[in-house]
């Protein structure tokens, strides 16, 4: 063999290489996009990437949608959480709605006790 077929050879190596790389690298996007959304799943994600690799990446389009479906501050709603104030008001609401809710049956056991006439236990 002469200088020209070691340097095919040579070549060939290398973008067999580099394409093999390139898949990997590809298929490690939806995690990085992950990791810097601080999503909950993000090594789900990797190991997703991972077998994406060896199912011809039929389920790679789903990670990809999986890490963008998730926001750092919305969560995966796609609305503005909350605030703590609102939540703490929504808590004491239902506080209140429900120490109503037992009044009210607390009533009406009276007066279903008094209408039968027996005793409430």
Do not use: C
């Amino acid at each position: 063999m002469d200088f020209l077929s070691y340097f095919a050879l040579a070549i060939l190596i290398f973008v067999v290489l580099i394409l093999a790389y390139g898949m990997i690298a590809i298929h490690d996007i939806p995690y990085h996009m992950a990791k810097a959304r601080n999503h909950p799943h993000q090594d789900a994600i990797h190991a997703g990437g991972w077998i994406s690799l060896f199912t011809l990446h039929a389920i790679w389009p789903f990670l990809w949608i999986w890490a963008t479906a998730y926001h750092p501050v919305h969560g995966y709603g796609g609305r503005p959480r909350g605030k703590t104030d609102q939540a703490d008001a929504e808590g004491a609401d239902a506080t209140s709605r429900v120490a109503a809710l037992e009044k009210k049956i607390a009533a009406l056991e009276a007066n279903e006790s008094k209408s039968s006439g027996r005793k409430p236990e």
